[in-house]
C-alpha cells in the first residue's frame, strides 16, 4: 500500500470517446506525474503537476491533458481516443521535485480502447 | 534524446540462481532508481543511487552505480520464486528547472522453483 489511489480499476471504451483517469495522492504530496505504460513495456512520462501547475511534459499530444485540485489530487484527461491508446495509466505522488524523492505509485488504472 | 538501455529484456531462471540486470545510458544523470512491478499493481520502488560507484545492498539484492553515473547493474543472489517481477530502472536529470525522468523498457524476471 502506498497511499495513492486510482479510479477507476478498469475502464473499456471505444474510438473517438474521452476519458477521465483519477487520482488521489498520497497525504503531504504536492507533486503528482503521470505515465502511460503499454503491455510488456516501461512507463512513459505523460506531465507532471506541482501545487497546482503542469511543470513538465513528456512527447504526447495536446489531447492528453491534466489538472491538479487544491488537495491535490489530480486528473488525466484524454480526447479523441485511439486504440494505441490502450494502456495502463499509472499516478505518482511525492513530497517535492528534488531528483532525490521517493515517488510512489498507485495500482493504474488499465484503459481499454475498442 | 536521453535513452536508458536495460538488458535483458526477458530472463527465466530456476530457484538458488544468481542473475544481473544493466541499465545503460550515453547521459549522465543525477540519481538512478530501480523499481520492481507485478503485474495488476504500479512498481514499487526499490533503491535511489545518486553518488558514481555507489553500491546499495537491499538483502538479496546488490545495486551499483557506474562510476560516471551513465550505468547501473542489479545483482540477485539465490533468487527466489518471489522475486519473479518486471524490474525497471529509471534515471533522472534536469532539462533546466525541471526534474525528468526517464524509463528503462524493463526486466521481466521469472524464478521457476
Known amino acids: 500500500e502506498t497511499g495513492v489511489t486510482q479510479s477507476p480499476t478498469h475502464l473499456i471504451k471505444t474510438r473517438g470517446q474521452q476519458v477521465t483517469l483519477r487520482c488521489s495522492s498520497q497525504?503531504?504530496?504536492?507533486?503528482v506525474s503521470w505515465y502511460q505504460q503499454a503491455l510488456g513495456q516501461g512507463p512513459q512520462f505523460i506531465f507532471q503537476?506541482?501545487?497546482?501547475?503542469?511543470?513538465g511534459r513528456g512527447n504526447f499530444p495536446p489531447r492528453f491533458s491534466g489538472l491538479q485540485f487544491p488537495n491535490y489530487s489530480s486528473e488525466l484527461n484524454v480526447n479523441a481516443l485511439e486504440l494505441d491508446d490502450s494502456a495502463l495509466y499509472l499516478c505518482?505522488?511525492?513530497?517535492?521535485?528534488?531528483?532525490?524523492?521517493?515517488?510512489?505509485f498507485g495500482p493504474g488504472t488499465r484503459l481499454t480502447v475498442l | 534524446t536521453q535513452l536508458l538501455e536495460q538488458s535483458p529484456q526477458f530472463l527465466s531462471i530456476q530457484e538458488g540462481e544468481n542473475l544481473t540486470v544493466y541499465c545503460n545510458s550515453s547521459s549522465v544523470f543525477s540519481s538512478l532508481q530501480w523499481y520492481r512491478q507485478e503485474p495488476g499493481e504500479g512498481p514499487v520502488l526499490l533503491v535511489t543511487v545518486v553518488t558514481g560507484g555507489e553500491v546499495k545492498k537491499l538483502k538479496r539484492l546488490t545495486f551499483q552505480f557506474g562510476d560516471a553515473r551513465k550505468d547501473s547493474s542489479l545483482h540477485i543472489t539465490a533468487a527466489q520464486p518471489g522475486d519473479t517481477g518486471l524490474y525497471l530502472c529509471a534515471g533522472a536529470f534536469y532539462a533546466g528547472n525541471n526534474r525528468k525522468l526517464i524509463w528503462g523498457l524493463g526486466t521481466s524476471l521469472a524464478v521457476n522453483p
Open positions: 505518482a505522488s511525492r513530497a517535492g521535485t528534488s531528483g532525490t524523492d521517493t515517488q510512489y
Open positions: 497525504s503531504g504530496h504536492n507533486t
Open positions: 503537476y506541482y501545487r497546482e501547475e503542469e511543470n
